[in-house]
Structure formats: C-alpha cells, structure tokens
C-alpha cells in the first residue's frame, strides 16, 4: 500500500493496519501517516469552511460544513444507481436542504414537521437506499444543521448562492469519481424495491417519520437548538434492534463524558482560546473509530458554539436533555413501530391461512 493509498483510509482502517503491525518501525509508520492524514484534514476542513465563511458570511458558515461533509463523503460513497441518475439526485438534494428547511422554519411547528417529513422521505427514499454506508449521517445531518441555523434576508440569499457552489462542486467531484463504475440498477429499481415488510424500509420509515417528530415536539416545549435532538434521533436509529440499544446507550454516556469533559476545559483554559475548544473536538472525532468516542467529541463543538449565546450552564443543560430526549424517543418510537408492523404481519398471515 502506498503513502497516498493509506491516507485514503478511514479511521478503523488506520487503525487496523496499526494493530496488524509486527515491527515497532512498522507501527511507527503507520501512526505517522496516521497523525498527517489527520493534519492534512483538519487543515483542509478549517480553510474550506473560513473560505466559505469569508465569501457567503459567518452566518452562513454552516453552509461550508454541509458543502464540505457532501464533498468527502460523496467522493467515495455512491447512491447504488446509475452514476447519471444518481448526479441529478445530488442536485435535488441541494435544492431541497436549501429550501425547505428554510420554510419549515416559517411554518408552525406541526406544519413545519410535514414539509420536514415530505423533505426527509426524498433524501432517505433515494439517497440513503444502503443503510450501511450511512448516507443518512450526511444527508439528513445537512438537513438539520441548515435547519438550525436558519438565517433570512440577504444571508439567505448568500446561502442560496453557498449552497448552488456547493451542489456544483459536489456534482462534479461525484461524477468524475464514479463515472466509469457500472450499476445494474437505476432510480426505477429504488422506487420497485420499496417494501414495507422489509427491514430497510422499516428503517427508513423511522428515519422519515421519527426525526421531524421529535423536532416538532421539542419546539412545541420551547426548547432552543432542537436540531440537536432531530441529530440524536437520527443517529441511534438503526435497521437492527440490537444496533439501536447499543447506539442510545453510548450516545447518552458519551454524550455526558463529553460534556463533563467541555467543562473542565472551560474552566481551565482562558476565555480568549474557547472558539478553539470545538476545533480540538473536530481532531478528537479525526482519531475516534468507534461511535462512543465520537459522541464525546462531538459535544466539543456544539458547545463552544452553544456556549456563546447560552452560557456554560444553559448550554450543558440544553445538551444533555436534547440529546438523551432524541434518542430516548427514538428508540421508544421504534419498538412501538416494529412491534404493530410485526402484529400487522401476523394479523394479515392469519388472514391469508383462513
């Protein structure tokens, strides 16, 4: 494997090669490329969204870190169809993250939530058909982040102009990269292949129905930052039962190390250096493989930012309750949607056997 070669892996693949080492100069190796792989994009990351934040305003800053989590995911990830088909979904995509969570924001918070599950079923339906390459933690994170971070007025029309770059630059970058692979299936096969008794489109039905829920109802409750309950939710809800539990679990632990650890560091470091609190994070996510340890750094930059307009206590607060809601509800929302679709099954098999 070349240097270039193992700079393209991701961090369970880094980490393999560094327990498969046999030689002490060999482990050294790998932890070296490891450590620049993580410089190069931490590097790469902070002056994409600065230049984005620059040209388009800070308020629009988010607009880079969607842009910039499309570009790296989708420069290796595919939607499992035609590559022709597929760009024009990734064009859609754009459109719809720019638009509709913008109007949702107009809306009541019921209102709010169908345009939210109107929106959500088009992304997961066409974009996350693979539940294990994890589109959803690209897509329907995009989603929510540009949900709550919603700007109007001139900013907004800067955010249009963000987000056409960015469906520019994600388009293309996806097309060149994946324009010589062959797929037997195309959007026609997607739409076909749509089975409610199957265990991927149970998943995707939770993922479409329960994320918008659970924001609808902590808006209902006046609850600042709801995104991050939208975030949790989405990220726990799994195809298997089994995955789910293991999920919630870590996000809730991990979730409150993260937070305790946020704020010793708030506490010792001084005020001019918090901003870069959410930037240690990011590098704590770069070394992370395993979800538990993401949930811990994720916290970091959440706060750094929640901590601005809320205070540390108000921040902390909003966090741990956010997320163990989000995650809580989604579990309970699952158990009780696969249970009446099992006693659906049964009820129309009893039927069929009379």
């Not at 030689?23 to 600065?50: D, G, N, P, Q, R």
């Not at 305003?57 to 022709?84: K, P, Q, W, Y």
């Not at 993922?207 to 209902?220: D, K, R, S, T, Y």
């Not at 309970?332 to 009893?350: D, G, N, P, Q, R």
Request: include cysteine.
């Amino acid at each position: 494997m070349t240097f270039y070669q193992e700079l393209q892996l991701n961090q369970a693949g880094s980490k393999n090669l560094l327990k498969k080492s046999e030689t002490l100069k060999e482990k050294l190796y790998h932890m070296w490329v490891y450590l620049v792989k993580i410089a190069i994009t931490m590097t790469f990351c902070f002056f994409f969204v600065s230049i984005f934040s620059i040209i388009f305003g800070n308020e629009n800053s988010i607009v880079g870190v969607v842009v910039l989590l499309c570009l790296m995911v989708f420069r290796n990830a595919d939607l499992g169809i035609h590559t022709g088909q597929s760009t024009m979904l990734l064009a859609l995509f754009f459109v719809i993250m720019t638009v509709c969570p913008h109007l949702a924001n107009q809306f009541s918070p019921v209102l709010g939530m169908l345009l939210n599950i109107a929106a959500l079923a088009v992304l997961i339906l066409f974009g996350c058909h693979n539940p294990f390459m994890f589109n959803q933690s690209t897509l329907v994170l995009g989603y929510l982040l540009l949900y709550g971070y919603d700007v109007t007025g001139k900013s907004y029309q800067m955010r249009l102009v963000g987000m056409a770059l960015g469906a520019a630059l994600t388009c293309f970058v996806f097309y060149r990269n994946h324009k010589n692979r062959t797929y037997k299936r195309n959007l026609k096969n997607l739409i076909q292949e749509f089975d409610i008794t199957s265990s991927r489109t149970k998943w995707q039905i939770c993922q479409i129905l329960c994320v918008p829920i659970v924001l609808c109802i902590a808006e209902l409750c006046n609850m600042p930052r709801a995104m991050w309950a939208g975030i949790a939710a989405m990220s726990v809800i799994l195809p298997s039962m089994d995955d789910m539990h293991y999920r919630v679990r870590k996000r809730i632990v991990g979730n409150i190390a993260g937070v305790i650890c946020f704020t010793v560091l708030y506490f010792l470091l001084p005020s001019s250096i918090y901003a870069y609190i959410g930037i240690l994070g990011g590098i704590g996510v770069g070394f992370s493989a395993q979800y538990g340890w993401q949930a811990v750094f994720n916290t970091f930059g959440a706060l750094a930012i929640a901590a601005e307009t809320y205070g540390l206590q108000g921040a902390v607060s909003l966090r741990v309750i956010q997320n163990v809601f989000g995650v809580v509800f989604a579990l309970a929302f699952c158990v009780i949607f696969y249970w009446f679709m099992s006693k659906k099954k049964e009820s129309e098999e009893t039927v069929h056997a009379e």
